[in-house]
């Protein structure tokens, strides 16, 4: 894929696509900027699509968490990794196909939504799915390593290693996807960032191209790349995992470098 044609400035893009943790709030508190940001796509009228790795809530606890910061967004604004998967899976999947997962709700949701049916059998199961899962047992790993190992098809939500939290950085699915891997000697099919498969369903909902819309995360090995993987221009934000030390080495180097979204909120609004 040949480098997105760069914006020469943040207020050139037609729409957004917002990465969540690391660039609107970390853990349970909000970044700096947060509110300014969407008075000024809202002032703007940029359409814009919340894409998160985040597999482990459905979009309506995104609206509210976002309603609590007092920024208003609607259902169809937002895109979790947990269904990109599930959009993925029924393109090619017929439904009431069984599905082990490790999920928490918004990818057990995001399945059945698409008529999969979920299952504990890993002798019957087709397809493994593994997700951040902040209720992770030894039973569900066994679950599912012993229907990978009898051939299921095996996806994860998102490749992130680590997850951003007021603690400081913590195991993300990327962890547990790696143990898997290691028990089955199988890798998994990745959905989420830096797969482009996210930005381009998100591209769609916006009715924007590409090339004309801005890419916002926090991350150079996931947003980054897969913004560059999609052909979209990007910003990295300096509030959530990767440094501005790292951009020199990175494979896919951002079109711009912010230190929150509350930069990008006056970039949005520069005048020309």
Sequence with gaps: MPAPRPLARPADARALVLDMDGVL???AAPLPGLGSLFRAVRARGLPVVLATNNASLPPEAFVERLAGFGVAVAPAEILTSAQATALHLAHDTPPGTPVVTIGEEGVCRALTDVGLTLT???A????VVCGMDRGLTWQKLA???LAIRAGARFLGTNPDLTFPTERGLV???GAVLAALRAATGVAPEIVGKPEPL???????RLGVAPEHTLAVGDRLDTDILGAHRAGMPSVLVLSGVSRAEEVAAAPAPP???LPDVGALADAL???A
């Design 25 to 27: 709030w970390r853990g």
């Design 120 to 122: 504990d059998d890993p």
């Design 124 to 127: 019957g199961a087709r397809v």
């Design 143 to 145: 679950t599912a390593t």
């Design 171 to 173: 195991h993300g699915n």
């Design 198 to 204: 996210m930005y381009r369903l998100a591209a769609e």
């Design 255 to 257: 079109t711009f470098v």
């Design 269 to 271: 609004l520069s005048p």
